[in-house]
């Protein structure tokens, strides 16, 4: 069974700092990877996605995470955090392309200092 | 165009009472799935829809049901309401079922539930 789970589920930076939050996948098929963000009181929005191709993927309001086969990672990464950047952070994997069904991490936390 | 809509965006019902949350896709955008996103369990599937069909259902009791419509809209009754109902509930929707490099996943706001 697919599963993901995200290392550290808060994460503080400064303004300016590089972003880096963990993602570890577990799936037996080829998965099709994803990160999403969650402001209060909002909903999901997309930052990007994996579904075949390059390995590094390039996102909005500049993210970007690389999906490591041999690591069964896809961290998510940012050269320079901004205070916006301050919602919780959610990676899931999805068992196959054939279905919407994503399995969610328990999410992210990202807390950016002034 | 319009994203995906959900009503209502905030209710309080009564153990035992029911509940019905509406879902209205992004304008073309023909499958739709619910998730449960509570502080514990964190973000579940519940179902996905095609075409008024049921392509997927997660691990949750019957009381949990859903429909889809002719028009891709679509509905989620929780019958026999427990405290622990208690949650947002969040719609999404795609063009078609699945994913790939030119299907991309969209959620709405969600539809807060607390249940007294």
């Known amino acids: 069974a697919q599963s993901v789970t995200q290392l550290g589920s808060h994460v503080s930076v400064s303004e300016g700092a590089l972003v880096l939050l963990r993602c570890n996948y577990s799936s037996s098929v080829p998965p099709y990877l994803f990160w999403y963000v969650q402001y209060p009181n909002q909903g999901l929005q997309l930052l990007l996605k994996y579904t075949t191709g390059a390995t590094l993927v390039k996102g909005i309001n500049g993210f970007e995470a690389e999906f490591k086969k041999s690591e069964t990672s896809f961290h998510l990464t940012k050269p320079s955090a901004h205070m916006s950047d301050a919602a919780e952070y959610f990676c899931?994997?999805?068992?196959?392309?054939?279905?919407?069904?994503?399995?969610f991490g328990q999410g992210t936390t990202l807390q950016v200092k002034p | 165009k319009a994203g995906v809509t959900q009503t209502p965006r905030y209710l309080i019902k009564t153990r035992g009472q029911q509940v019905t949350l509406s879902c209205s896709p992004i304008s073309g955008h023909r499958s739709v799935s619910w998730y449960q996103q509570t502080p514990g369990q964190g973000l579940q599937f519940l179902f996905e829809?095609?075409?008024?069909?049921?392509?997927n259902k997660g691990n949750f009791p019957g009381r949990f049901s859903g429909r889809q419509f002719s028009n891709s809209r679509s509905e989620m009754n929780v019958s026999t309401l427990e405290l622990g109902d208690s949650a947002l509930y969040l719609c999404?929707?795609?063009?078609?079922?699945?994913?790939?490099?030119?299907?991309?996943?969209?959620f709405g706001e969600g539809s807060w539930l607390t249940v007294v």
């Open positions: 829809y095609f075409s008024e069909t049921q392509r």
């Open positions: 999404a929707s795609s063009s078609n079922p699945g994913v790939s490099s030119g299907n991309t996943i969209y």
């Open positions: 899931a994997v999805t068992p196959s392309g054939n279905t919407g069904k994503l399995i």
